[in-house]
């Protein structure tokens, strides 16, 4: 990859450049820029072999508290960009700067923006394995690279040979193949998934029963409209002020509320709503004994 533009002529920025791909050094650089122009110091203490640096941020004018060890040359920001995006944040930049560091500690980027972040185990032509990035390697790994080198080389070295010779290498690895196979069983289903998700599954399931909810109306079952109608024939019956009869309605529900009725004077309507308020009183009543 080619060298981005740089801001200034800067050590820390260079290597920036340098160390981070196109385009986390673009966010990487906007960092840089507001380092150099929108802070300022608010406070130094030092505690426990560490530097408390407070820089106040002019753009969000707001206060961020900056931890760095001069020995470790470890950092940490208030403002947690680091931790949520990788890359150094414009107020432990600002401390780098003034510290006079010309390169970006190891603990202050993550490897996965940087250029470097797909190197891995590589081998040449001789079989030799190179190690990038990685600090632990598994033994069987590397032998399978040298393997895979072996083949590679034996591949090219039989390009251009006859035909015999080819033949001969496959009934060579044929024959190895199938004496593998009696000391190794297949592998089942099972297996070949606990394999791939790297653990072991558990063959023992514990259920446990659901937690009771209690929110309003449980516990209530709800009444089909047989067991309605048997509940409402257990209640006494009452007289209708609207239709005259003894039944299990009032005047306010009657099936035959909106039938026509013949004119009545003024003595039958104030009976009538004298027999009205009594049966009201009757029903709350009911209600009461029935609570």
Known sequence: QSTPQLFSKSALESDGARL???????????????????????????????ELNT???????????????????????????????????????????????????????????????????????????????VDIIDKKQIEMTKLWSEVHETMG???????????????????????????VPPMTKHQELEELLGCATNNEITILPPKISKNKGSGKRMLSNKAKAVACASKPKRMCNNCKQMAHHDKRNCPNLFVERPPQNVDDEEEEEEEDEEEEEEENEDDELED
């Not at 251009?160 to 024959?175: A, D, F, M, S």
């Open 20 to 50: 981070f791909t196109h385009a986390v050094f673009e966010e990487f650089q906007e960092e840089y820029k507001c380092s150099t122009n929108t802070l300022t110091s608010r406070g130094f203490s030092e505690s426990n072999n560490m």
């Open 157 to 183: 070295v039989l390009i251009g040979r006859e035909k015999e010779h080819v033949e001969e290498l496959c009934k060579l690895i044929k024959e190895f193949r199938e004496t593998l196979l009696p000391s």
């Open 55 to 133: 820089v106040k941020d002019a753009l969000r004018n707001r206060n961020f508290i900056v931890q760095y060890n001069p020995g470790t040359l470890e950092s940490s920001c208030t403002c947690k960009l680091f931790e949520r995006r990788g890359v150094p944040c414009r107020h432990i930049l600002w401390i780098y700067l003034g510290n006079g560091l010309e390169k970006i500690p190891e603990s202050s980027f993550a490897k996965r923006w940087t250029r470097d972040a797909l190197r891995d185990i590589k081998s040449n032509h001789k079989g030799c394995v190179g190690v990038g990035d």
